[in-house]
């Protein structure tokens, strides 16, 4: 267990409760099963009220504590009161977390095989971002061209300030797409797209100008258009 003083990506701040961290997705059912126990069982913890959970085996761990990023909050916060719920509610809570983020921040790291397994609830989910701007997509197998899964990729409207003029204010807002999605997007278009090989992102490469994505979890929606 750590003490957890990081904050979001875009607004760093201190956080006053303890952070538990699990090294594996495949490890969360296990990880929960222990968490509950510990804190149910020893004496010395009584003080301590919700904790945060997540992992640091991704690249935006702050996305599982908070839930997304400015304006695009898929899922809750990942603090839990580990006296007052069980281990399988966690567990399944958890893993739903982990999928959500994978597709929407970190999609060019997910296997086949994870395809497989979350390709249904995926687009569950997904239908419910409908009424956002957006498109589907279908994700196949590279080797046989299978269906493994379809969902929506929704845009979103970033409030970025006001403009004031002539006694009106006005709202400014930027139309942006988590970088998980742009993967997707710019695939659909038949960019030149290339995951870098560690998984800390990909790289696009357009009339002899190569961009990179992976530093920020969302980017301009408009932006992608210098890509393709």
């Known amino acids: 267990m750590v003490t957890y003083t990081g904050g979001t990506y875009a607004n760093p701040e201190i956080i006053d ?3 538990l961290l699990y090294s594996d997705v495949g490890e969360i059912d296990a990880f929960c099963e222990r968490a509950v ?3 149910r069982e020893q004496e010395e913890l009584r003080t301590i009220g919700e904790v945060a959970v997540s992992t640091e085996s991704v690249l935006f761990p702050q996305i599982l504590l908070y839930g997304g990023v400015p304006g695009v909050s898929f899922k809750e916060e990942q603090t839990y009161d580990l006296r007052a719920v069980e281990a399988e509610e966690i ?3 958890l893993k739903d977390a982990y999928m959500c983020y994978m597709f929407l921040f970190e ?3 997910i296997t086949t095989d994870q395809y497989r397994e979350w390709g ?5 989910r997904s239908g419910e971002w409908e009424n956002e701007d957006g498109e589907w997509h279908e994700e196949r197998d590279p080797d046989t061209g299978e269906l493994l899964c379809r969902f929506f990729i929704p845009t979103y409207d970033w409030l970025e300030g006001y403009y004031s003029g002539e006694k009106i204010s ?3 807002y930027t139309r942006m797409i988590t970088v998980g999605n742009a993967y997707y997007f710019l695939r659909d278009r038949e960019a030149d797209v290339t995951v870098n090989a560690d998984g800390s992102g990909f790289t696009v490469k357009f009339y002899g100008t190569i961009t990179g ?4 979890p969302s980017v301009k ?3 992608l258009r210098d890509c393709y």
């Open 17 to 19: 409760y303890a952070t």
């Open 37 to 39: 126990k510990m804190f």
């Open 221 to 223: 929606f408009y932006d």
């Open 107 to 109: 999609s060019w790291n």
């Open 91 to 93: 567990s399944r809570e």
């Open 120 to 124: 249904e609830a995926y687009e569950k």
């Open 213 to 216: 994505f992976g530093d920020e």
């Open 170 to 172: 006005m709202p400014m």
